[in-house]
């Protein structure tokens, strides 16, 4: 019985080896740093083990992690041939974004921006994404910010480096870095000392 249950495991998780030994090496970094922040829960029995290991695992115990790797294997033609779990967090395939993606139940969470850059930290009924229908007015968002709840982030705006912005904010304009923001529309309600954080 147990030789049954590693053969079908084997054959479930073939097709994501695949895909890790096929990313190229700027892939397989951002998707590790993927990795390294959402196995930090205390729960993660493999917190020393090899990445491929921690990889498997978070396909298997986390669904939204699948489409971390969808999008992070965009490039690879192997994707093609099997199915990604589809769980409502969506990644454009045009999108820029930099490793460490940290995300709590995803839920409805859209990430349509020009360019992310490292350490995102994303809740559930975000929404980021172009005005008027034109893909070229899309934002940009620096390093290691902070979205909440329901936050809409939209048109061609830029948002600063270690930005938190509140649940439920509407950000149509640009942020400078280090601040907190929220309302609607948003605006700055505290600016952060960056010698402090």
Known sequence: MRNKIYWLFSLIYTPYLLIWLTLDTEGRKLLIEDI??????????????????????????????HEIVNYRARNCKIRHFFFFKHHYFTIPRDAKIGGGIIYNHPYSTILNAKQIGVGLRVKNNIT????????????????????????????????????????GAVVTKNIPSNCVVAGVPAKIIRINNPEHV
Do not use: Q
């Not at 940009?140 to 509140?166: E, K, L, P, Q, S």
């Open 36 to 65: 390294k922040c959402n196995s930090h829960n205390k729960a993660f029995p493999f917190k020393r083990s090899l990445y491929a290991l921690r990889y498997l695992y978070l396909l298997f115990a986390d669904s939204y992690f």
């Open 128 to 167: 980021i994404g172009n005005k008027n229908d034109d893909e070229s007015l899309r934002p940009i968002i620096g390093d290691r910010c902070t979205i909440g709840v329901g936050a809409i982030i939209i048109g061609n705006i830029v948002i600063g480096n270690d930005v938190t912005i509140g649940a």
